[in-house]
């Protein structure tokens, strides 16, 4: 029983029983090359060209089950680029990604099939059955085959070879698919004698907990070769505590259609609600439909406000190659559609400040990246009813659309006054509260800023590890008349034990307004990376009723004019010292 008088409170006490996610890479928060599936690395090519060409930053190219075989059946089980002609030389193209500061993510499945490399080598260390017989999977759709027994720890070095095999030669990140396990017959044994169990165990007694044992191999063996380094694994099962060894689980082949977009919303909240902060779905939806360009840009802008931003699809219907096509990569769609999914994939790089705060908030404390209204309202006994609606962190409230031809819709607004945001420095000067009935152009995400919060972006917008510069940042300060404080976390996004070496950075501004001053101050926790990083130029850029044009800053005791670029922008360098702005109201 986990005792807590509001749901912030519980899920504080569920995490610190099961524990919390790490860190994640930076690059993890950024946009994702994906589909079902690509063919060659000529493939791969002519699309990272497309993307960079269209100006739509990404940071991760996923690669399908393709990469071990020609055919989606008889190969699963190689763990190996067995194509030459379609992937001649996998270490120089991974090598040619990587000084393009791409990463390359490899899908695994824990079934090997007959027809595979592995079989053979791999027969000690299947699951088997009731006379300890390697299992045979005989109605299993990909072929016939065997399943990794994941409970065995000579199973598990096993596995683990594989997965570092591919490192070594350059692969990042894991996309582990099928671990629920998907094939998973009662008459399956698993042996649990390393676990200190005598008797087998059938598949339906420890089904759950597969997946969940994958990923804690992963990171483990991860951890201990590579200790510096942040693991990215995609998996789509897991259990309670998973996201201990950093799971970036989806929401599985969803519908591509408006139903499949709307059944993603409670699935994400339910999920982070329950202690997995990471889950995200296939941006524009999996399998099906006719090539909906309206359904894909609103899921993008959707999903652009969830954890992981992963646009993904099959690429051709039935997998017939003479069946009608929709890509899945925002670089491959018409205009105008086009110029409006590049605009939601740069704001997603833009919020990168503040998204990979909320990263850390989660580590450091449990709170979710993405919560239903109750979470931060848990007095409002409307927001507790509402069900299409998010938080984006504390700061942001997200109102989808949900449906085809949608021309309005209504938007509740908890506890005080919100303003309609688009991230190009627009801000609606009007704000909200209550509940209101809002136009919904197709080109337009409907997301508010709560009055009181600050909202760090960066205008240069990019693959992270080219163009992420935090020593110029803009941040957005939404006037109320209550003060506020916003503290924001920074470090080099790569180093697994930044928090344990302190070797981060953070920012902690303070809003006080009064009736004659908006006084603003910002302090530095004065760690290893503030020194590393240097001086920041900073640009607070004010909303609200409020205009200034005048004030002074204070640092060290000396005290200049404050430089306003244009009405409400402020501009002036950080070095780490404490700094007071006073800004006066014309």
Known sequence: IIFGTTPKKILEGYHKLTGKQGLPPRWALGCYMSRFGYSSENQVNEIVAAMRKENIPFDA????????????????????????????????????????????????????????LNYASSLPYQAVDSLRKPYILKDFYFGLGGLVDIFKKESRKWFWEKHNAQIKIGVDAWWGDLGEPEKH??????????????????????????????????????????????????????????????????????????????????????????????????????????GDFELYVRWLQFSAFTPIFRP??????????????????????????????????????????????????????????????????????????????????????????????????????????????????NVDAVDYSGTATLETPLEKTLTFAKAGSFIPIIDKVGNTS????????????????????????????????????????LLTFRAAPKADVLALSIDSNKGKYPVKKGVKNIKIVIHGDQHFTEGRIIVNNKSKKLNFSSKNEVNFNFNGSRSQLFLYPK
Do not use: C
């Open 312 to 425: 993904h699809g099959t690429a051709l219907f039935d997998l017939d190659p003479s069946a009608y096509s929709f890509p899945s990569e925002p670089a491959l769609m018409p205009d105008p559609y086009l110029s409006m999914v590049r605009k939601t994939v740069q704001t997603r790089y833009k919020m990168l400040p503040y998204n990979y705060t909320l990263a850390y908030n989660h580590t450091k404390t449990g709170q979710p990246l993405v919560a239903p209204l109750y979470y931060y309202f848990p007095d409002d006994t409307l927001a507790i009813k509402i069900e299409d609606q998010f938080m984006w962190g504390p700061g942001i409230l997200v109102a989808p659309v949900l449906h085809k031809n949608q021309k309005t819709r209504q938007v509740y607004f908890p506890d005080g006054k919100w303003f309609l945001i688009d991230f190009d420095h």
């Open 61 to 116: 190219v996923i690669f399908d089950l393709f990469w071990f075989g020609d055919s989606i059946k008889g190969t699963m089980g190689n763990l190996e680029w067995v194509n030459k002609s379609k992937w001649p030389d996998p270490p120089l193209m991974l090598s040619v990604l990587k000084k393009q500061n791409i990463k390359s993510i490899l899908i695994t499945e824990p079934f090997i099939l007959q027809s595979s």
């Open 466 to 505: 080219e163009d992420y510069k935090s020593d110029s940042i803009t941040v957005h300060y939404f006037y109320n008349k209550n003060g506020s404080v916003y503290t924001l976390f920074d470090d080099d996004g790569v180093n697994k034990n930044s928090l344990k070496n302190k070797d981060f950075e």
């Open 185 to 290: 017959p009662v008459d399956l044994y698993h042996d649990l004698a390393d676990m200190g169990h005598k008797r087998l165990f059938r598949s339906d007694e420890v089904h759950n907990i597969y997946g969940h044992l994958w990923t804690k191999m992963l990171y483990e063996n991860y951890a201990r070769e590579y200790p510096d380094a942040r693991l990215f694994s995609l998996n789509r099962s897991g259990f309670a505590g998973s996201q201990r060894y950093n799971i970036f689980p989806w929401s599985g082949d969803v519908s591509r259609s408006w139903s499949g977009l709307q059944a993603q919303l409670p699935v994400m909240l339910g999920m982070s609600m329950s202690g997995i902060p990471y889950i995200h779905s296939d941006a524009g939806g999996f399998a099906g439909g006719e």
